[in-house]
């Protein structure tokens, strides 16, 4: 892996991280503005708990060494929670700002996993769990 390969890894899945796990505890503890937004999208209280604690799963295993088909799963479900996000503030017609967060996070997802090194990979020779 060439270092400017391991660099742009290593800052997408940092930040990543920090963003997954910000929000996610925001999303734990339920603050009002949080649970007034997603009010506002659709989404009941719960679902907050639901996705804050896989939000902070998701960071321990991406940042966990090996364990490279939980880490795809993991990828996969900040991909759809971003995703998600993006497409509910579409539905509601929310304004421009809203995308912002979700769609920063969708591309440091796909960045990390793009760059993650081989031993994160799933590949014949490491796709033990």
Request: glycine share 6%; hydrophobic share 50%; charged share 20%.
């Amino acid at each position: 892996m060439k270092k400017r390969d391991k660099i742009t890894y290593w800052v997408a899945t940092i930040w990543l991280c920090l963003g997954m796990i910000s929000t996610g505890i925001v999303q734990l503890v339920q603050l009002e503005e949080e649970v007034q937004k997603m009010n506002t999208l659709g989404y009941p209280d719960y679902f907050l708990t639901i996705i804050g604690v896989w939000k902070i799963l998701g960071v321990i295993v991406v940042l966990a060494p090996k364990m490279p088909l939980i880490k795809e799963w993991a990828y996969a479900g900040f991909f759809f929670l971003m995703s998600g996000a993006i497409f509910t503030h579409l539905a509601v017609r929310d304004e421009l700002v809203e995308y912002f967060g979700p769609a920063l996070l969708l591309v440091l997802t796909i960045v990390s996993w793009y760059f993650r090194p081989a031993d994160r990979k799933l590949t014949k020779a490491n796709d033990e769990i």
